[in-house]
């Protein structure tokens, strides 16, 4: 990274994109009567470059779960897929990509169709560098004969990078709690992992969570049987970065179970998966920049430009419980959950500069599936709201974050359902700004006039002595030796002896 360079963190997106086609029903599959539950997730599976435009290729993978006419309880997966450009771009070898669904509807348009729609937006990250270095150009006499006084600044910002591991396989057990159960068939199984601890050392990036695992699936007497398990996660990635600011994800696809018994004893379901780990993460930098310059010889014309930039606010984890209870119409004897499914909605995040606080806000959709009479459906929707100190200047913060599920559970009580559901959040808070730096500086002749050596001059409580001996064409050491001050500070002076000095001959020249 270069010194004389500030870099930006800048977001391009593509045109919305809609998907919307209908799927119908494999033969095997008897005629739907409900659809109980459907997630849908993007995927990117190819980047490349075409002239100055940048494609995307990837697919949507949607999930339902209905309920057909037998009442028997399947899971249908179908995919879709899409084309995406960001045209008039550079590209970067640090670009990041994001796909993300803005919204998505499964519909049970017949007992043999579905209708699938998501809306579906592709987006990059890159860091946007401004070059701030002014080269000298003077023509006639070198730069110190210009007589300048220049003050820097210390410009600070972040800059964004990831690294991803693909691909890796996982294996897990659920150990089933009755003696040789006999699996008919295993319905669906979801896999979700979450990172609650990073730690940095020797170019390592050392990551610890856990795991959930959940499997649906029907006994050899065709009853709903649902099994859990929780399990230690831990990888390893190659990261030459010492910040502490990440955000990880990790996103598990290609779940297969297997049924397995042995000598008799309980049975248990073995879980194969792949996930890819996502890990971004912010390197705080900073380089000095010229914020001011004068000569006390010549005039002087220069232009100020600015500089966007991110700073690293602050980076937090945390852990949320959101409960919920559900009036059931009717009290029932007996009620079986049968599963529960949960998903997150309307993530968004706020600042109470009042207090001091941000707010990450949200909404779980609970949809459990539990049987009485016949097998229910029902929608449950949970704000949840998770709030933290963090300094609040005056500029506008921004929060990268990451909100994940870790778990979903139900539990019936008589005429109610209890419905749980744990939340992992990873946020970095960063602070907008813009610095004002000089990139060119033109120095003029000055008209030849006579100047009295020493002015007599009483500072106001507004003045600071970079200003005085910028107006009065003199250096900061000027003052301070003829009036024997130690430092810059004005505090206390009630009158300051300002020497001057005669111009020099007529000439131009560009810094």
């Known amino acids: 990274m270069q010194d004389n360079r500030i870099f930006s963190i800048k977001t391009k997106t593509t045109e919305p994109l809609t998907l919307n086609n209908d799927y119908t029903l494999p033969d095997y599959i008897v005629d739907v009567r409900k659809l109980l539950h459907y997630t849908a997730k993007a995927m990117l599976h190819n980047v490349y470059i075409s002239g100055r435009a940048l494609m995307f290729e990837g697919e949507v993978i949607y999930s339902a779960f209905v309920l057909c006419e037998d009442n028997s309880i399947k899971n249908i997966i179908y995919s879709d897929d ?11 070898e640090n670009q990041i990509y994001d796909c993300r669904i803005d919204k998505y509807t499964l519909r049970l348009i017949s007992p043999r169709k579905l209708n699938c729609r998501a809306d579906i937006t592709v987006s990059i990250k890159l860091n946007d560098s401004t070059e701030t270095d002014s080269v000298y150009k003077g023509i006639g006499l070198p730069e110190a004969e210009y007589t300048t006084e220049k003050r820097f600044t210390t410009a600070s910002y972040v800059t964004l ?32 992992i979450c990172i609650s601890e990073r730690r940095q050392v020797d170019g390592k990036l050392f990551l610890r969570g856990e795991g959930t695992a959940q499997v649906l699936y029907t ?8 099994a859990k398990s929780t399990f230690p996660f831990s990888e390893i990635l190659e990261n030459q970065s010492t ?21 008799g004893e309980k049975g248990s379901i073995e879980i194969d998966y792949s996930y890819d780990i996502s890990d971004k993460y912010y390197i705080s930098s900073s380089t000095q920049i010229m914020s001011d310059i004068y000569s006390t010889e010549y005039d002087v014309e220069y232009t100020v ?11 937090f984890d945390g852990r949320l419980t959101v409960d919920d209870y559900y009036d059931l119409d009717v009290e029932y004897d007996d009620v079986k959950i049968l599963d529960c499914f949960a998903s997150l909605h309307n993530c968004t995040t706020s ?20 049987a009485t009479d016949t097998v229910n459906h029902i929608s449950v929707v949970k704000q949840f709201k998770y709030e933290r100190s963090v300094g609040l200047p005056q500029n506008e913060l921004i929060c990268d974050h990451n909100v994940a599920l870790i778990s979903c559970n139900a539990d019936a009580d008589k005429g109610k359902l209890l419905l749980t559901a744990e939340i992992a959040l990873n946020a970095a808070v960063l602070e907008s700004c813009e610095y004002e730096f000089i990139k060119e500086v033109e120095i ?8 009295s050596p020493v002015i007599i001059y009483y500072p106001s409580a507004e003045d600071t002595l970079w200003e005085i001996a910028k107006r009065y064409k003199c250096t900061c050491n000027d003052i301070m030796s003829a009036n024997r001050l130690e430092n810059e500070s004005l505090k206390d002076i009630k009158v ?16």
């Open 243 to 263: 910040t502490d600011a990440h955000i990880c994800t990790v996103e598990v696809s290609d779940i297969k179970a297997s049924f397995n018994i042995s000598n």
């Open 444 to 451: 003029k002749s000055t008209s030849q006039r006579s100047y």
């Open 82 to 92: 899409f084309e995406a450009e960001i045209k008039d771009i550079d590209v970067d």
């Open 219 to 226: 006994d050899s007497e065709g009853r709903y049987c649902k």
């Open 305 to 315: 430009c600015n500089a966007p930039v991110l700073k690293l606010n602050d980076i």
């Open 351 to 370: 600042f109470d500069r009042e207090n001091g606080r941000i707010l990450i806000s949200g909404d779980v959709k609970f949809e459990p599936v539990f």
């Open 161 to 192: 990078y990831e690294d991803v591991l693909k691909k890796q396989h996982g294996v897990c057990n659920i150990q089933l709690v009755n003696s040789g159960t006999d699996i008919s068939e295993i319905i669906y199984t979801t896999v979700n």
């Open 496 to 511: 300051l002896l300002l020497p001057r000095k005669r111009s020099k001959s007529v000439f131009n020249a560009i810094i």
